[in-house]
């Protein structure tokens, strides 16, 4: 098993710039998270899917926009990027029940 | 609004000390609290607690929960420079059967020095 897999490893946007992180996992998990990590800070919930089709706002999802077609994927979707943006994200996945298993992260940058 | 508070926010100590590190929280709904370990990548899970006062070990970690007081705390015994690391404390607020997302604290930085 794979895990939690997430590309690309770092990227380096421009203001208003798009780009889409990929978020796929082989463990037949229902739930779905997308979280961003600031320096210093933990983790915060940007959007969420408990199903295929199914996804729900988290925290902080303004800026952001997601899509559940299938079980093993979770993309996360920049329209105009911002530096205030610039952050490591995470997605995961889980049961719903334990733990939830994390990728290895996005370091975003936007300039 | 719901918030979890890690303390202290860094720590140094020497191979071999003991440390413990604490997490409050106070959130609508409370279903369990998790510690994670971040080295330079992802979180990796450490223990779930669900109920007061049940001691979880793994080794030389350790973690309990207060329900009544609101808190945790993670021990680790006889320190390793491999504990260097940020602790992640989390608590799941999940309601109805669902599974809406973590709520974490910020971490604590913890620095062994050999």
């Known amino acids: 098993n794979a895990g939690v897999t997430q590309t690309p490893k770092f990227r380096i946007l421009k203001i208003g710039q798009s780009m889409t992180l990929q978020c796929t996992q082989d463990m037949n998990h229902n739930y779905m998270y997308w979280y961003r990590q600031d320096p210093g800070m933990g983790l915060k919930l940007i959007y969420y899917s408990v199903g295929a089709g199914i996804t729900d706002k988290g925290e902080v999802p303004n800026g952001y926009n997601v899509s559940r077609s299938t079980t093993e994927d979770f993309p996360l979707r920049l329209e105009l990027a911002a530096p205030s943006q610039t952050s490591v994200y995470f997605c995961?996945?889980?049961?719903?029940?334990?733990?939830?298993?994390f990728g290895p992260g996005t370091r975003l940058t936007v300039l | 609004e719901d918030k979890v508070v890690q303390s202290p926010l860094s720590l140094v100590v020497h191979e071999g000390d003991t440390v413990t590190l604490n997490c409050s929280y106070e959130v609508t709904n409370f279903r369990s609290l998790l510690w994670y370990k971040q080295e330079k990548k992802a979180p990796t899970f450490l223990f779930m607690l669900t109920s007061s006062g049940i001691e979880k070990k793994s080794g030389r970690l350790s973690s309990i929960l207060d329900k009544k007081e609101l808190f945790s705390i993670l021990n680790i015994t006889a320190t390793q420079t491999g504990d260097s690391a940020i602790y992640l404390c989390?608590?799941?607020?999940?309601?109805?059967?669902?599974?809406?997302?973590?709520?974490f604290g910020k971490g604590t930085h913890l620095i062994i020095q050999p």
């Open positions: 989390a608590v799941d607020r999940s309601s109805g059967g669902g599974a809406d997302g973590l709520t």
């Open positions: 995961a996945s889980g049961t719903g029940i334990n733990e939830q298993f």
